[in-house]
């Protein structure tokens, strides 16, 4: 048990559908993809929603996978506008034209994102392996801003665009969107099988957080800009989650309820179904949610860091992957003994050649390099 009960969770990733149009070598989907016959349908995904809504949370995540191409997509948003919770539709955009974007916003989306695998059309084309993505995105994009709706632009960073982080910047004014999101990948699924083709250098990492300094001080009022740090170059580790079921949570196409992307990477978490055990008794009681939530389950350094109300430890997933415990400080963090050992892999990865890249799709992962 934790130390103390759960306050409200406040959101929801509420991911649809592993299906997916691109193939991103990132994806933060596990590596064991969904079908589409595992997936829940309108009702019980309508029933999670709504029992979101009682649980007072105040802001669902509408993800993938490509979210759009489920058909039920404005009905699940029009059940969210009915209970006054924020929707925010997380996309790849290839899919996404007017008529989409004008139903979508009469079933009352509130926000939409859209992520750009590269500033420059031939990045996109690469790493998302679709041809004329780029094209269908800016479209997307233009629709969602032509139909009133406020837009963020999301940037998956790595050694393959790290360099266009000035074109990114360029791209979301130019598509007057509200906020950028440049979010050095994080390496665990799909991203960790593709380390060492997508680990950028220190140096590209350090010049990227100058560009993203001086651009957050220039556009100020005209351009939100959220970085998300590369977490084998940093000092401190992220929040993952802001904390384990602290405030937000996931749930997965079939309906699996799980704190975090990664959570099933830890062996002995059981998790429950969203579709069997009502939310709220997932959230108070879920022997998952309750592994890590807090601090009580903290080891040293953690446990008597000053910092760990801030950062809660870091990742669990990530300290199960580096460290081999999942109630480990993780590694990302430099007061971890395992630090220097990671951050020096990664410094070793990019210097050589980039490996190729094993494109997310059914089956690929287990398929010979
Ligand atoms: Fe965070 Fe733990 Fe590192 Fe302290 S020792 S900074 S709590 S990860
Ligand atoms: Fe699981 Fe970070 S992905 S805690």
């Known amino acids: 048990m934790s130390e103390t009960s759960p306050g409200l969770p406040i959101g929801i990733l509420a991911e649809l559908t592993h299906r997916c149009t691109l193939q991103c070598g990132y994806c933060s989907n596990p590596l064991e993809l969904l079908k589409a016959d595992r997936e829940l349908g309108t009702q019980a995904w309508t029933s999670i929603l709504e029992q979101a809504a009682d649980l007072g949370i105040l802001q669902v995540h509408l993800s993938g996978g490509e979210p759009t191409l489920r058909r039920d997509l404005p009905e699940l948003v029009s059940v969210l506008a009915a209970r006054g919770v924020y929707s925010n539709l997380i996309t790849a955009g290839v899919g996404v034209d007017a008529r989409m974007v004008a139903s979508l916003k009469a079933a009352g989306l509130d ?6 695998q590269g500033a420059r059309a031939e990045t996109t084309e690469l790493i998302g392996r679709l041809k004329g993505a780029h094209e269908r995105k800016l479209a997307a994009a233009r629709a969602v801003r032509e139909a009133g709706l406020p837009l963020t632009v999301n940037a998956p960073i790595h ?30 699924g799909w991203a960790l099988l593709n380390r060492a083709a997508l680990m950028p250098s ?10 993203v300094e001086a651009a957050r001080a220039s556009l100020r009022g005209v351009l939100a800009i959220d970085f998300v740090a590369s977490d084998y170059y940093a000092r401190y580790p992220k929040a993952c989650m802001g904390g384990w079921a602290r405030d937000a949570f996931m749930i997965t196409p079939d309906g699996t309820a799980m704190p975090c992307h990664g959570a099933a990477s830890i062996p002995h978490l059981t998790f429950d179904n969203a579709a069997r055990t009502p939310l709220a008794d997932i959230w108070a009681r879920s022997p998952a949610f309750e592994a890590y939530r807090g601090t009580a389950w903290m080891k040293e350094p953690c446990r008597s860091c000053e910092r760990r109300e801030i950062d809660f430890g870091g990742c669990r997933c990530q300290a199960m992957m580096l460290a081999g415990d999942a109630a480990a400080t993780d590694p990302a963090c430099s007061l971890s003994p395992l630090h220097g ?29």
């Open 159 to 188: 050694r393959r665009n790290i360099d266009e982080v000035e074109l990114f910047i360029e791209l979301a004014l130019a598509l007057g969107a509200e906020r950028l999101e440049i979010a050095n990948v994080q390496y665990y």
């Open 341 to 369: 050992r990671i951050s020096g892999l990664a410094e070793d990865e990019a210097r050589g050649a980039p490996a190729p890249i094993r494109y997310r799709r059914i089956g690929a992962a287990t398929e010979p390099a």
């Open 202 to 211: 220190r140096e590209a990492v350090e010049r990227q957080i100058g560009v």
């Open 111 to 116: 926000h939409v994102q859209i992520s750009f």
